[in-house]
T-cell receptor
Framework: GQQLNQSPQSMFIQEGEDVSMNCTSS?????WLWYKQDPGEGPVLLIALYKAGELTSNGRLTAQFGITRKDSFLNISASIPSDVGIYFCAGSNYGGSQGNLIFGKGTKLSVKP | DTEVTQTPKHLVMGMTNKKSLKCEQH?????MYWYKQKAKKPPELMFV???????INESVPSRFSPECPNSSLLNLHLHALQPEDSALYLCASSQDRKQSNSPLHFGNGTRLTVT
């Protein structure tokens, strides 16, 4: 089946540093989503991408849908302590439906004040 | 605050118990989902309802029984669970399962422990 390779698995950074994480797939997706999950809570949607090459920002977050449709990255600029959490990428290509999201394994972000 | 509400937040049950998880959304979404998430793992799809009809069952054991009473509510009935079923159970909804620009919105989950 389809799999997403998300990297890095974990990151330990200093407050104020920029962060970059990415997901790659061996097959094409037509939707990429990025979620953040805090302990004891459900995943929260950060950015949704629907077109190859699309670059979208949400505050200090920027994500891009790779031109090959097989990858996506998420950047966080000037990290702050509340950025701590697990970030998941998710892709879908089932007729445009997102009922068959494929999740990456997550990137655990730790920010040192 | 999430717009998908799940109750209870925590549940401890024995292997012979029958319990139900509940999920509610008032965003007018017509697709609702159950996911299971083990610690340090991504969510795994269990069931999908579209317009109150079961669309996807990801080969989930029959001890998990979903129900969609109306477009705003989604239940998951539990019976004769095993300790390995302990996990965070997440409900999600989206505007329409067939629309590509209809992202999933998750609730905060029910933390289930089976003893």
């Amino acid at each position: 089946g389809q799999q997403l390779n998300q990297s890095p698995q974990s990151m330990f950074i200093q407050e104020g540093e920029d962060v970059s994480m990415n997901c790659t797939s061996s097959s094409i997706f037509n939707t990429w989503l990025w979620y953040k999950q805090d302990p004891g809570e459900g995943p929260v949607l950060l950015i949704a991408l629907y077109k190859a090459g699309e670059l979208t920002s949400n505050g200090r977050l920027t994500a891009q849908f790779g031109i090959t449709r097989k990858d996506s990255f998420l950047n966080i600029s000037a990290s702050i302590p509340s950025d701590v959490g697990i970030y998941f990428c998710a892709g879908s290509n089932y007729g445009g439906s997102q009922g068959n999201l494929i999740f990456g394994k997550g990137t655990k972000l730790s920010v040192k004040p | 605050d999430t717009e998908v509400t799940q109750t209870p937040k925590h549940l401890v049950m024995g292997m012979t118990n029958k319990k139900s998880l509940k999920c509610e959304q008032h965003m007018g979404h017509r697709a609702m989902y159950w996911y299971k998430q083990k610690a340090k793992k991504p969510p795994e799809l269990m069931f999908v309802y579209s317009y109150e009809k079961l669309s996807i069952n990801e080969s989930v054991p029959s001890r998990f029984s979903p129900e969609c009473p109306n477009s705003s509510l989604l239940n998951l009935h539990l019976h004769a669970l095993q300790p390995e079923d302990s996990a965070l159970y997440l409900c999600a909804s989206s505007q329409d399962r067939k629309q590509s620009n209809s992202p999933l919105h998750f609730g905060n989950g029910t933390r289930l422990t089976v003893t």
